[in-house]
């Protein structure tokens, strides 16, 4: 186990989520699955507790504590695509699988857990020093949903 590694906190569904996102990102896995010992408040002996998964080659832990907290945009995974294709491939299976859309680039899957499709078109102009390009590119991301990036390209280019 790394020295630092993500905890995420999920009401009972901890595996399914890492099988999840095993099943559409690259670099990403699911390892060791820890099960209740015995008989716990609010699980049974053979329970899952906690397990190791890599996204995009991020360690993190599921951890099933119940529903006492949840899930909010104050962290989100942020997932750098290169294209259309890859960000409508990425947007449409966290969105199709219970999930929900929100603004500029960012849906929550269906445990609650937000995710940031960002085009690197997007991150590229939003950082550009060329005069206005970074204005241009911010103005167009804020009428969006899922990222469209010929749309970027056209408000870097000034159309």
Known sequence: MPKNTICLWFDKDAEAAAEFY????PDSRVGRVS???????????????TVEFT????????????PEFTHSEAFSFQIATDDQEETDRYWDA????????????????????SWQITPRALTEAA????????ERAFTAMLTM???DVARIEQAVAGN
């Open 94 to 113: 966290i969105v199709g699988n219970g999930g929900q859309e929100s603004a500029c680039g960012w849906c929550k899957d269906r445990w609650g857990l």
């Open 55 to 66: 996204v995009c080659g991020v360690e993190c832990i599921g951890l099933n504590g119940g």
């Open 145 to 147: 949903t899922k990222i």
């Open 35 to 49: 099960r209740a010992p015995a008989d716990f408040p609010g699980g049974r002996a053979g329970d899952v507790l």
């Open 127 to 134: 950082a550009s020093d060329a005069p206005g390009v970074a």
């Open 22 to 25: 095993a099943s559409v990102f």
